[in-house]
């Protein structure tokens, strides 16, 4: 059994109003054309009532807009990691009174491409092109003169200039340091990339930035890395590796930055198995604040990547005025959670 849609006409007749004024309410005119408070207060009761929805698409045709916006990533949407990031692009949109399509390519360059002309060909709005990590990305010619943004991921040098919202890598490096240098400590151990400017993973842009940060705090302080391990993956058996080799070369205590969660669970491991404890001989500090990283023991003293606010931001981005000039990188904050994994070093000890 079919149940028949309700039309403006039915919500007008129903209301004892014209279908014009009942369209110039609903539409969030009345106000402006001077429709009374009371005329209005019935059109919206009635449409309430009816069960009234309008339809989007004649909508769309109308007014040039479809108030939809497609956002593509490459791993983020099935990644626990970075989920936040989709619920800001989803609370964003939902401020501004847009849908958001949701595609994901698997890192799939031409399943990227086909799902923005998917997009672009059912007359989305705007587009957010998404990264799991951040990276640089070559947008088509096709893109150029539409409306797209960048989340954790930067323009490439022969493609489409567009806006981007990436984490503030460089400024977390410099904070990590800060921050232990501020407790007393002087040996401070890489584990993810350097000791040198170069000595990280050419493909890593969060890496190369928070190096950077971390290299110049430390010589700001008339200092330089203890030693840096570098690694091109950085899960646990990295961080394990890492840690297991500088205790066998004889360190038993001091700093440690490693450049993700994932390397310091490791370096939790292999400081437990060589009959040492956190923060007593090894303070750690990290990037991600990954899921694990509350229930660690100590609790892991993070950076956390601003995954909402990106998501958040870029949807404001895309939005808003076009920028005049370039299209500019913005750099968000990463906050920190402070647990316990980092000791302060009295005046009368050395770490």
Sequence with gaps: MSTRRVTLADVAEAAGVS??????????????????????????????????????????????????????????????????MIKGALEGARQHGYMLFIGESEGDDQQHALLAEAMLDRQVDGLVIASMFTRQRTLPKSLSGKKVVLVNTVPGPDGVLVPAVIPDEFTAGREAARLLLEAGHRDIHLIGAGPGPTDVAPDTIAGQERLAGILEELAAAGRRPASGHRSSIWLPLDGWNAMTDLIRSGVDRGAIITFNDRLAFGAYQAI????????????????????????????????????????????DILLGPSPAGDPAIERLPLPLRLRSSVRVIGDDETG
């Design 19 to 84: 279908r014009t004024t009942a369209s110039l309410v609903l539409s969030d005119r009345g106000t402006e054309l001077r429709i009374s408070e009371g005329s209005q207060e019935r059109v919206r009761r009635v449409a309430s009532e009816l069960g009234y929805r309008p339809n989007m698409l004649s909508a769309s045709l109308r007014s040039g807009t479809s108030r939809t916006i497609g956002f593509i990533s490459d791993t983020v949407a099935t990644s626990q990691l970075a989920g936040d």
């Design 272 to 315: 437990a198995e060589a009959g040492l404890s956190i923060p007593s001989d090894f303070s750690i500090v990290s990037f991600d604040d990954h899921q694990l990283a509350s229930w660690l023991h100590p609790g892991l003293t993070t950076f956390a990547i601003p995954h909402r606010e990106l998501g958040l931001r870029a949807i």
